[in-house]
């Protein structure tokens, strides 16, 4: 059995940055948060905003900016436990953070979403970890595949018609497996849990589509993708029963802030980044 890595080995696995980074300073981040959470509140759009920042942060591969994010969220002074707010509207984000951030390794991948996860949670008090949801909901048996695939078919279309059948057969067509892995993604993980706001956490369609966007925007590079679930988001006008903030995020105006506000906190978190490539060159 192999306990211990090669001496050369190790050595390698040190170079080429492998850590996260960094939070930036708290002031830079608690100035980025109230500027966009101000805007947010008079969009009434204040869901969206945290999914947005979650997912943003979470791309950027700044774990611990996420357990700032919490603390900023949920407390009237982020650096006072005292200054917490209720019980339940804590669980509530904390729950929605959670959610944001599983649904974001459909874009990006598991590394990133399991070292953001692990910094939300290491911030996270006992009582609100405690109140959150332990027993999965989404494992595969005989009796749900059938409505898991359903699901994720019916976001796939709600997201890329009139062009779902083409690009269908486009990603089959790379791989006979890709379309399949990703229909059954989509209605496991990206798409609204079965029973909707009567699951904890549960992200509606609309805010589905936010999580797409943070992601592949503060991704960068990926512009196929992004348009794809812009489309996605200004689709979502379209769904039954939608509340007063999934209609502004779903709207040209709503969705014009979304993207904005992932820009200006990506341009916050990573100017020291930038400034230290810079000093490089």
Not at 99 to 124: H, Q
């Amino acid at each position: 059995m192999v306990k211990h890595l090669p001496p050369a080995v190790k050595h390698l696995l040190t170079l080429r940055n492998p850590e996260a980074w960094p939070s930036p300073s708290l002031g830079k981040l608690h100035n980025v948060f109230n500027r966009t959470l101000n805007e947010a509140k008079q969009r009434n759009a204040e869901n969206g905003w945290l999914v947005l920042s979650t997912c943003t942060l979470l791309t950027t591969n700044r774990p611990s900016s996420v357990g700032h994010l919490y603390r900023f969220a949920t407390r009237s002074d982020p650096n006072s436990l005292e200054s917490r707010k209720s019980l339940t509207e804590v669980v509530y984000k904390a729950a929605l953070m959670r959610e944001a951030a599983l649904k974001s390794v459909i874009f990006v991948g598991v590394p990133r979403t399991i070292l953001s996860l692990t910094g939300l949670k290491d911030a996270l008090e006992e009582d609100v970890y405690a109140a959150l949801r332990k027993n999965s909901i989404r494992e595969a048996t005989p009796q749900t595949i059938e409505a898991t695939v359903a699901r994720g078919q019916t976001l796939w279309n709600s997201i890329y018609q009139p062009h779902a059948v083409k690009l269908y057969n486009k990603l089959g067509d790379l791989h006979p497996d890709f379309i399949k892995f990703i229909i059954q993604a989509y209605g496991t993980v990206l798409s609204p849990l079965p029973r909707g706001d009567l699951e904890q956490g549960n992200l509606t369609r609309a805010l589905g589509s936010v999580v797409g966007i943070a992601t592949l925007r503060a991704e960068g590079r990926v512009g196929p993708q992004l348009i794809s679930h812009v489309f996605g988001l200004l689709k979502a006008r379209n769904e039954e029963n939608l509340n007063d903030e999934d209609k502004y995020l779903s709207s040209d105006e709503g969705t014009e802030w979304v993207v904005r506000t992932i820009d200006e906190i990506v341009d916050a978190v990573t100017s020291e980044e930038a400034s230290l490539a810079k000093g490089k060159l």
